[in-house]
């Protein structure tokens, strides 16, 4: 099956900016969104962006908007997220993941069958 790998992760500073990505590797299959979640710990996977992926068009949580942006490539089948203006609150592992279905809610990782292995994104006060 497809495999994710996330990287980009790492420490920085309050109002700064990290630029994440998910590249993909193997069978070439028809994704139909692509999303970004993240985790803390003791707490559930939290959605935070998607893309569909022919289309491109973008799909934002509410604590995100205006500061992050996704974005893909489909030909390199890779995904970015550019994340300006970090706080604190932004801290948590970042997942990239990805779907082949339609008719249900990109905003639920049940949704997606494959996922990457994480990266740690930490944000200092």
């Known amino acids: 099956q497809v495999h994710l790998v996330e990287s980009g992760g790492g420490l920085v500073q309050a109002g700064g900016s990290l630029r994440l990505s998910c590249a993909a590797s193997g069978p070439t299959i028809g994704a139909t969104f692509r999303a970004w979640f993240r985790q803390t710990p003791g707490k559930e996977l939290e959605f935070v962006a998607a893309i569909r992926w022919a289309a491109g068009s973008t799909f934002y949580s509410d604590s995100v908007t205006d500061r992050f942006t996704i974005s893909r490539d489909t030909d390199k089948r890779t995904m970015w997220l550019q994340m300006n203006n970090l706080t604190p609150d932004d801290t948590a592992v970042y997942f990239c993941?990805?779907?082949?279905?339609?008719?249900?809610?990109?905003?639920?990782?049940?949704?997606?069958?494959?996922w990457g292995q994480g990266t740690q994104v930490t944000v200092s006060s």
């Open positions: 993941a990805t779907t082949q279905v339609t008719g249900r809610s990109l905003y639920l990782q049940s949704t997606y069958e494959v």
